[in-house]
């Protein structure tokens, strides 16, 4: 259930707010733009605070807790509610603990070694980071040859402009951070710049995956 709605939206906005009100005005911002899947970092603030108020507030949304760097937090992160977690890079503990708990979990990759590594060791999606580092989606096509079958969620450096090249590259899913959530929106409250670009980015992962 959590895995395909995840990959129906094909957006993970990422939220890494300074203060818990504006990662929830975020939340709510990017909901009205039509995406129902957050990941709240555990960077924000009362991270698990947050994830907990969106659980209850906001039952439309899939919310995710991010940056879940060792099992503590991660049990953390399920006692406030979240439905998935997310990790930069990989941890064999928490790898474990997710498929324990029969819970979504996305972890962290760069190089080969380390695709295969998450993927043998039970991650669910392979978060590609960063990514825009390493060629953007050209990296994500050249691993896509030899791991067709492992579905690849790039993170970093992803646009309203490139969002289209990742997709048609072979992505399953986009981790987007700042370029969605806008600093200056959120400082300004104002709502309707997250919420146009959400559905400005749903629009072209739709026309982009028509075209796979």
Same mark, same amino acid.
């Given at each position: 259930?959590?895995l395909?709605g995840?990959? /129906? !939206? #094909? ?6 707010a !300074?203060t ?5 005005f /975020?939340a709510? +911002?990017? =909901?009205a733009g &039509?995406i129902?899947?957050i990941? *709240?970092t555990?960077?924000v ?8 108020? *969106?659980a209850q507030?906001?039952?439309?949304i899939?919310?995710?807790a991010g940056?879940?760097?060792n099992? +503590?937090?991660a049990q953390?992160c399920?006692?406030a509610?979240? $439905?998935? =977690?997310? @990790?930069?890079?990989i941890?064999?503990k928490?790898l474990?603990? +997710?498929?324990?708990k029969n819970?979504?979990?996305i972890?962290?990759? =760069? ?5 295969m590594? /998450?993927w043998e ?5 392979v978060k590609?980071f960063?990514?825009s580092q390493?060629g &953007?989606?050209?990296? *994500?096509?050249?691993?896509?040859g030899p791991f067709?079958e492992?579905?690849l969620?790039? !993170?970093g450096?992803v646009?309203?402009? !490139?969002? @289209?090249g990742f997709i ?5 899913a986009?981790g987007? &951070? #700042?370029?969605?959530? =806008?600093?200056?929106? *959120?400082?300004q409250r104002n709502a &309707?710049l997250i @919420? #146009?670009l959400?559905?400005?980015?749903? $629009?072209?992962?739709k026309a /982009?995956r028509a075209k796979?």
């Open positions: 259930m959590v395909q995840t990959l /129906a !939206t #094909g957006i993970i906005p990422v939220i890494r !300074t818990a009100e504006d990662a929830l /975020a709510e +911002a990017v =909901l &039509g129902n899947v990941e *709240i555990m960077t603030p009362g991270a698990t605070s947050v994830v907990s108020r *969106i507030d906001m039952p439309d899939l919310v995710g940056t879940v760097l099992v +503590a937090t953390r399920l006692d509610g979240a $439905q998935f =977690l997310v @990790s930069p890079g941890n064999l928490t474990e603990f +997710a498929l324990r819970v979504l979990m972890a962290g990759a =760069l190089t080969p070694t380390e695709v590594s /998450a060791f039970g991650a669910d999606l590609i960063p990514c390493v &953007g989606a050209s990296y *994500i096509r050249a691993l896509k067709p492992i579905p969620v790039p !993170t450096g646009n309203l402009e !490139t969002c @289209s048609e590259a072979g992505a399953s986009l987007v &951070g #700042g370029e969605l959530i =806008l600093k200056e929106a *959120i400082r &309707g @919420s #146009g959400a559905r400005q980015m749903l $629009q072209a992962v /982009a796979n």
